[in-house]
């Protein structure tokens, strides 16, 4: 009897899946680069056009220059700061307030604290766009109070939004290093410890079979 | 030497007795490995105890200082992110072994007697082991964190006469706040050294009782074997099996496990959009929520953790081996995990009218499934015995 309401159940379920899936929002799923050079292109837009309101307080100067940032760089963008500050924005928190009427939020881990992690990042930041009364709004985060600091709006034609999309890009891949420094040696180390553990266990099934030779002989109980 | 110094020990210390009696523990030979399950949680409790205490050693329990210090052992500490990633991994492990561990018990009929004190030592642990992981999620200090503990604290709210004093008992504080991040780190420091106990109690009760089987019935001493070599070996497989999955999370997937909120230092002026809790809380959340009425659904969520203390009593049948010969019992079964599985997902969800209503489907057929077994499982084993059934099975019932 129990099993007869199984099956309107689960397709419930699963119909119920769909409903919510389309009420949410659409995140474009956008590859993001993992790549060292992008990294580091992602590093300046951020050092010099997201650091004026943002800041990163988990990022100091020296871990850029351990990312791979020329040295001559990262001078630039510290001014007299030393090496082991964070990254502070260049603006005041309160001056942000009383322009933005909010403080910035910090960057550091700002790729991995939104649902939807680097898609959401992504799509927020190629989701302004003019509406009908000509204001600029945006899709994935309606209320914010940053303006649209890439022009994504404002682009002309494809080739234009193409280098848009490639600037979006580059700081999502920065950010996701900056929430996950050690990300790659993490993978890197990953593929060491499968391999470790693969042979492991088949040398320990070996032997297994090995000490159980004669209990298996004897067949079923 | 050694054997002097040996000798020397035991007039003192019962040292090889104990080693002999382990080692030489009468184990049946037809275990499946199913029954790995048990091991493999106590390699993770010894996983959890020893990246807890050097994590202890740079976290600072402290809500100013909590979140940040999360992100110095993930940045600054050598190795901080894989004690931090196995840790937090090995949370959702835990939990997901002692639920196999669990289903296995149920599917073999494991619980009947006379393993009820077995079984119930497990009930205690896995108690120990939910107040545990609750606490300790509140550490980090993220939003869900926060929110998680608020929420559940306030549960205590329904405690009658005395509702609001027992939230207050709990949190330390009229809020969930300083006075409560530190009681939850000393508690989660000081819960799994009492888990270590509750262990050993259950291993001397299992040593009492020994394995069951999967046959159920009891065996040949031709089919008993020692557990070492045979069993310690079989163990490690299924360890090194364990590890190759436990892995994967941590070195390449280890935030899938991890909750975007929770990235978001907590910020008791700001709710998150959806408060969810971590999955293996999901099912019981979930009936939680199916009860319109905060009591009801408090006491409908902890009837829904301690009613498989009752399973000994509720299984009248004297047909051995669980789920084997009886096909009733092993519907049953499949339902009730799949059943858990709908819950979770209700538990997950935001609350709409139709998942309110497939929750509360779900949570009868929860709770259907205990108050109807000791019905169906006596009507069944009227008609087993009727329809006929193993020789070895019908001699057992003699």
């Known amino acids: 009897m129990k099993k007869h309401f199984l099956l309107p159940l689960l397709l419930s379920m699963f119909s119920s899946f769909a409903l919510a899936n389309e009420a949410e929002l659409v995140l474009d799923q956008t590859k993001i680069p993992t790549d060292k050079a992008s990294v580091l292109r992602g590093a300046e837009q951020v050092a010099t056009v997201c650091g004026a309101c943002h800041g990163l307080k988990y990022i100091q100067y020296r871990n850029l220059l351990e990312l791979g940032v020329p040295k001559e760089t990262v001078d630039a963008w510290r001014g007299d700061k030393p090496l082991n500050t964070a990254m502070q924005p260049q603006m005041a928190p309160a001056d942000a307030q009383a322009a933005f009427g909010v403080v910035p939020p910090d960057l550091s881990l700002m790729a991995i604290a939104r649902e939807g992690r680097e898609h959401y990042l992504y799509s927020y930041l190629m989701g302004y766009k003019a509406n009908e009364k000509g204001e600029i709004e945006n899709r994935i985060f309606t209320v914010t109070k940053m303006p649209d600091i890439l022009g994504i709006s404002g682009a002309a034609d494809d080739k234009q939004r193409e280098e848009i999309g490639a600037k979006a890009k580059d700081i999502t891949a920065f950010l996701n290093w900056a929430a996950d420094p050690h990300g790659e040696d993490r993978k890197n180390l990953g593929i060491y410890v499968m391999i470790y553990l693969f042979i492991m266990t088949i040398l320990l099934i070996l032997w297994k079979k090995q000490i159980w030779r004669k209990v298996d002989e004897m067949g079923p109980v | ?398």
């Open chain 2, 1 to 398: 030497m050694f054997k002097r110094t040996l000798a020397w020990i035991d007039q003192r210390f019962p040292l090889t007795h104990f080693v002999k009696d382990t080692a030489e523990y009468g184990t049946p030979r037809n275990l499946s490995y199913w029954w790995n399950f048990g091991s493999l949680a106590g390699v993770v409790l010894v996983l959890q105890l020893v990246t807890g205490i050097f994590l202890a050693m740079h976290y600072k329990a402290d809500i100013a200082t909590a979140f940040d210090s999360i992100q110095h052992i993930m940045r600054d500490v050598n190795y901080g992110w894989l004690l931090r990633y196995m840790h937090s991994t090995g949370a959702s492990a835990f939990f997901a072994i002692i639920y196999i561990h669990m289903a296995r018990t149920l599917f073999y009929g494991s619980y009947r007697a006379p393993r009820e004190l077995l079984w119930w030592t497990g009930q205690g642990l896995l108690l120990l082991l939910m107040a545990t992981a609750f606490m300790g999620y509140l550490l980090p200090w993220g939003q869900m964190s926060y929110w998680g503990a608020a929420v559940i604290t306030n549960l205590f709210r329904a405690t009658p006469f005395f509702g609001e004093q027992v939230v207050h008992w709990l949190r330390g504080d009229f809020q969930v706040g300083d006075a409560t991040l530190t009681r939850f780190y000393a508690l989660h420091f000081l819960f799994p050294f009492i888990i270590v106990g509750a262990v050993l109690v259950h291993l001397i009760a299992l040593h009492t009782v020994k394995s069951s089987n999967p046959s159920g019935l009891e065996l040949k001493q031709k089919d008993i074997i020692p557990f070492h070599p045979y069993f310690t070996i079989k163990d490690l497989v299924g360890v090194g099996a364990y590890l190759m999955v436990f892995s994967v999370f941590v070195f390449f997937v280890p935030n899938t496990l991890i909750e975007a909120a929770n990235n978001i230092p907590a910020n008791p002026m700001q709710t998150p959009a959806h408060i969810v809790p971590e999955w293996y809380f999901l099912p019981f959340y979930a009936i939680l929520r199916s009860v319109p009425d905060l009591a009801g659904g408090v006491v409908a969520m902890g009837l829904s953790v301690l009613i498989f203390a009752a399973l000994p009593y509720l299984d009248r049948s004297r047909i051995s081996g669980g789920a084997v010969y009886r096909p009733v019992y092993r519907a049953m079964f499949f339902v009730f995990l799949v059943n858990m599985v709908v819950l979770g997902y209700v538990g997950a969800v935001p609350p709409t009218d139709r998942t309110i209503i497939i929750g509360q489907v779900a949570t009868l057929v929860y709770f259907g499934t205990f108050l109807f077994l000791p019905f169906v499982s006596k009507k069944e084993e009227a008609f087993l015995i009727k329809r006929g059934l193993p020789p070895a099975v019908m001699d057992s019932l003699k």
